[in-house]
């Protein structure tokens, strides 16, 4: 079987356990006077058997799955016949690739020597008989451990403590998976870091100002030699950011301080979910936006001003990140603001402050920790911002301040690197992780400030 | 006086049927007075209130209240929670503005100005009648700025050496300066409890208000800090006009000249406060300041 239908069937016989344990928790209670003589609610009985059944299965299954491959390739490999055997390990995992293709019915067996043939229909063997025996000691161990699950179904056992406990493993292997996963993404970018900055040197990466990443695929190519000079990436990458907050922070901001000190409770209950709505456009359909309607619009305005804009402009890139951060800012604000104890406002309207002389010289005051946090989160989002940046901002690596020429950032490049047919080990597909490296860095650095700042404004009150 | 003897006996026979049945025979059995006993008015009030009610929503917080708040003497409201002397307390500086379902009626004079007239600036009304809360609010902000608020907003000291000397008559005032004065650039809110609910009344003496209202000032300073808060308030009296909200009776027996007693919204009795507390004339003044309810 599949280790899919495997799953399945293991859900199943869970479920049966889970009746069994049920069942037998009330038989067990019959001669004591009922369930309220157990230790436990039958249910936590119940939920024991399950547990039994199931969580050594599914281990089972994982080890299985992580090493079945590697032991019938070895096994495999060990009794090919002397004349096919491999020199060395590219020829290895030619010859494996083509077993498996042949095996797969991917290659036609007409194509390859008889011993391949003949290994191939070997291994198809060793792969059936594998599935045989997973499947079998599979439910072997599902409905062992669920035997052993209902016969410890006993008045003085303490399931109630023993199910409490296997929920928090559970949730504490959760918590592991996310924290492996980006262990092994961070790991991941930093080894391929690594062998970039083998080709290139770190200092030529960071402080050059030619940024031009095409390697020559011919020998004998002309001008493209490459040049991995990532500082046009990073201006690029903050000024488009600079303009987005430039939008964001103001809007954001007196929306926030609108909506927490002036409006009333009915214009709050609707326009605060609408700006919130706004968060909720996909970035692709601001990319858009920002490519078809608003950089259009800046250069017809700009040229009826007699500037010259390029039709992919910072400014348009820009005006348009600022909308989407808008409501990150005005959520963030207007959570600290109204988070500004009541009693700290009516102590300043009591020494005859008005409302506007309140917000500004006490509450902006006291919340202005948690909404600098929140502005520094909403740059950081701005910073690994891609899609508005893919569509309006351009590709073109130009080291310039000015708006309305066309730049490119960080998170497009690595885009324009990856996406295609590459080759992974040449210094052009490896800039893109190196580049994910630097962002990775910064965001990074300015999530934990961030966080920090937030965490100590939240402590002033407490 | 008969009821509340039987009242009490009941109480002390089972004390199970005494929570039972207190609500109960607080609202039934002894009957509101037809008007506020003893001396509500005064010849030379500071503030005088007529015919105050107060809603909240539909119901109704505060019935045809009349009381006068004397020249400088300190008054202080009593009365079991619920009873409406805060909220009466926050309309004198119209505090409840800021409740949207709040409505106030009835007519609130200080001296010759009309509290709630459209025409009033709330603000300039606030500067002059003050208030102290609850629980100590400084501002996160140093001790300084925290007493120099209100003088700023009002542009009371136009040099920097005007503003100094006001934040320190106002800290010698509350009793505060000989402990803050080396430190005044640190924030208030590092200060202890009690010296921080002094902060709030440096704070808001600072504008030189005319009244100064105090809403439970001590229900969250430990007796220590009651002590110098109740001093203070001794020390002030005869300078500030102070109405004062208590839960705490020996607290209004030692500060106060007068005292008011609510009950559920109504303005039971008001005397001087040794009469309050030697001779009460209502069963119900009676039965709270002996500790029956409350």
Redesign the interface.
């Known amino acids: 079987m599949q280790a899919g239908n495997l799953v399945l069937l293991l859900i199943a016989l869970g479920a049966v356990f889970y009746f069994f344990g049920w069942r037998r928790s009330y038989a067990v209670s019959a001669p004591l006077g009922g369930v309220r003589h157990l230790h436990s609610l039958p249910g936590y009985y119940a939920s024991l058997a399950a547990v039994w059944c199931v969580l050594p299965a599914l281990a089972l299954l994982g080890l299985w799955l992580i090493i079945d491959d590697t032991v019938i390739r070895t096994n495999l490999m060990a009794s090919l016949p002397s004349a096919i055997q491999p020199a060395n390990e590219v020829d290895y995992n030619l010859l494996l690739n083509q077993i498996r293709n042949v095996a797969g019915g991917a290659l036609n067996p007409a194509f390859v020597p008889a011993e391949v043939v003949a290994a191939a229909e070997q291994l198809a063997a060793m792969q059936a008989r594998n599935q045989q025996m997973m499947s079998i000691a599979f439910v072997s161990i599902a409905v062992l451990g669920g035997v052993w699950g209902w016969s410890r179904v006993q008045p003085r056992l303490r399931a109630r403590q023993q199910v409490e406990s296997v929920m928090k493993w559970m949730l504490m292997g959760s918590a592991t998976v996310a924290i492996l996963t980006t262990l092994g993404i961070v790991l991941s970018v930093l080894f391929e870091s690594i062998r970039f900055f083998q080709k290139v040197s770190p200092m030529e990466f960071l402080f050059g100002l030619q940024w031009s990443p095409q390697i020559a695929l011919r020998a004998d190519q002309v001008g493209a030699t490459g040049a991995f000079g990532a500082v046009p990436l990073f201006a690029g990458t903050l000024l488009i950011s600079f303009i987005a907050m430039c939008v964001a922070v103001p809007v954001g901001l007196m929306s926030a301080i609108y909506l927490a000190e002036y409006a009333h409770?009915n214009v709050r209950a609707w326009a605060k979910p609408i700006l919130e709505i706004l968060a909720g456009v996909p970035t692709v359909v601001y990319g858009f936006f920002a490519a078809l309607t608003v950089a259009p619009a800046i250069r017809g305005f700009g040229e009826s001003m007699g500037l010259t804009v390029a039709s992919e402009s910072a400014l348009a890139a820009g005006l348009v990140m600022g909308i989407m951060i808008i409501p990150f800012i005005s959520s963030l604000a207007d959570d600290v603001i109204t988070a500004v104890?009541r009693?700290?406002?009516?102590?300043?309207?009591?020494?005859?402050?008005?409302q506007s002389?309140t917000i500004k010289?006490?509450v902006i005051?006291?919340a202005l920790p948690g909404i600098m946090g929140g502005i520094l989160l909403a740059v950081s989002r701005a910073i690994g911002e891609t899609m508005i940046v893919v569509m309006a901002a351009g590709l073109a690596a130009n080291l310039t301040a000015n708006p309305l020429e066309a730049v490119t950032t960080i998170t497009v490049q690595i885009v324009t690197l990856l996406v295609g047919d590459q080759e992974f080990d040449s210094a052009k597909t490896l800039a893109a992780f190196a580049l994910g490296l630097m962002l990775f860095i910064v965001t990074l650095g300015l999530n934990v400030i961030a966080l920090k700042i937030v965490k100590k404004y939240r402590e002033?009150y407490e | 006086m008969e009821t509340a003897q039987k009242l009490n006996d009941t109480a002390q026979t089972n004390p199970a049927a005494r929570m039972a049945q207190e609500p109960e025979t607080m609202n039934q059995r002894i009957p509101y007075p037809e008007r506020t006993i003893g001396k509500p008015l005064c010849d030379d009030p500071k503030m005088s209130m007529r015919n105050v009610d107060v809603f909240y929503g539909d119901s109704q917080a505060i019935y045809g209240v009349d009381l006068d708040i004397g020249k400088n003497e300190v008054i202080a409201l009593i009365g079991p929670s619920g009873c409406g002397k805060s909220t009466f307390l926050r309309c004198l500086n119209r505090m409840n503005d800021t409740i949207d379902i709040c409505k106030v009626k009835g007519s609130f004079m200080l001296e010759q100005d009309n509290i709630y007239d459209p025409k009033l600036d709330v603000v300039e009304l606030r500067a002059r009648v003050g208030m102290v809360f609850q629980k100590p609010n400084p501002f996160p902000k140093s001790i300084y700025e925290n007493v120099a608020y209100g003088p700023r907003l009002h542009g009371l000291a136009n040099k920097k050496f005007e503003l100094d000397e006001i934040v320190e008559n106002s800290l010698r005032k509350a009793g505060l300066w000989d402990e803050v004065k080396d430190r005044l650039d640190q924030p208030g809110t590092g200060l202890s409890g009690g010296q921080q609910q002094r902060l709030c009344i440096a704070r808001s003496i600072a504008v030189s208000p005319e009244v100064v209202l105090m809403d439970e000032p001590c229900s969250a300073l430990d007796p220590i800090a009651t002590a110098k808060i109740e001093e203070l308030i001794d020390e002030l009296s005869g300078q500030y006009t102070i109405a004062i909200v208590t839960h705490s009776m020996q607290q209004a027996a030692r500060v106060s000249q007068r005292t008011a007693y609510f009950h559920l919204g109504r303005l039971i009795e008001v005397n001087d406060t040794n009469t309050v507390f030697t001779a009460p004339e209502h069963a119900l003044t009676e039965a709270y300041i002996t500790g029956r309810f409350g």
């Open positions: 409770r104890p009693a700290m406002r009516d102590g300043s309207l009591a020494l005859g402050a008005t002389e010289r006490v005051p006291a002033q």
